[in-house]
């Protein structure tokens, strides 16, 4: 079955450094990652879609990347700060037709000031 | 835009009784709805997708007669947790997607505390 993997639960940086976070999936390749941010007690809002032949893609200080031969998206915050602080969810197709997905435990970045 | 809503966003109910969230989409139709349950630490668990006016597919382990799903319309998903039970306690968020969307839009979501 489709596994996706976030390794790390926590991750602790501080302000203005670049924080990354990994994702592994296992199986055949997702057609898209996605990424989402979650804050406490709140819904996972939308960041970022990479799709399976692209191989990077940017939105302001945020930056994922696709590698199909690790089976890993890489996400990217630069000059990180404080409000950046909240947890990370990765999120893979179901690989059927509706559209679902299979979301990893989530990584919880703190930057420190 | 896309912007889905809950609602309540917090419900403390007595053990046997039914509990029914909404979840609206406001700005945009959505032909697919799902709806997820989140313990503590824990990542998001699909329970169910449902399209509208057709019946909810739910997940193995998800039992149907107990999670009542409604997508009556292209903007509202009710998830109705009947005979509730202490371990129905959880964070339920929903999430919805256009026809011509990639992503699912989440709702803030709905602390349930069965006591």
């Known amino acids: 079955s489709q596994k996706i993997e976030q390794n790390s ?20 390749s997702p057609a898209y990652l996605q990424w989402y941010r979650q804050d406490p007690g709140r819904g996972p809002v939308f960041l970022l879609l ?21 089976k890993q998206s890489l996400f990217h915050i630069t000059a990180s700060q404080p409000a950046d602080s909240a947890t990370y969810l990765c999120a893979r197709d179901y690989g059927g037709s509706q559209g679902n997905l ?11 000031p | 835009g896309a912007v889905v809503s809950q609602h309540p966003s917090r419900v403390i109910c007595k053990s046997g009784t039914s509990v029914k969230i909404e979840c609206r989409s406001l700005d945009f139709q959505a032909t697919t709805m799902f709806w997820y349950r989140q ?45 509730a039970h202490p ?7 929903c999430s919805a997607r256009g026809t011509n969307q990639e992503t699912q839009y989440f709702g803030p979501g709905t602390r349930l505390l069965v006591l």
């Open chain 1, 9 to 28: 639960e926590a991750l602790n940086i501080q302000e203005g450094k670049t924080a990354t976070l990994t994702c592994n999936y296992t199986n055949y």
């Open chain 1, 50 to 70: 990479i799709r399976e032949n692209e191989k990077e893609k940017r939105k302001e200080r945020l930056k994922v990347t696709f590698d199909t031969t690790l």
């Open chain 1, 102 to 112: 299979i979301f990893g435990k989530g990584t919880k970045l703190s930057v420190k």
């Open chain 2, 39 to 83: 313990f503590p630490k824990q990542s998001l668990m699909l329970m169910a997708t449902s399209n509208e006016g057709s019946k909810a597919t739910y997940e193995q382990g998800v039992e149907k007669d107990k999670f009542l799903i409604n997508h009556a319309s292209l903007t509202l998903s009710t998830l109705t947790v009947t005979s």
């Open chain 2, 87 to 93: 371990e129905d306690s959880s964070f339920y968020i």
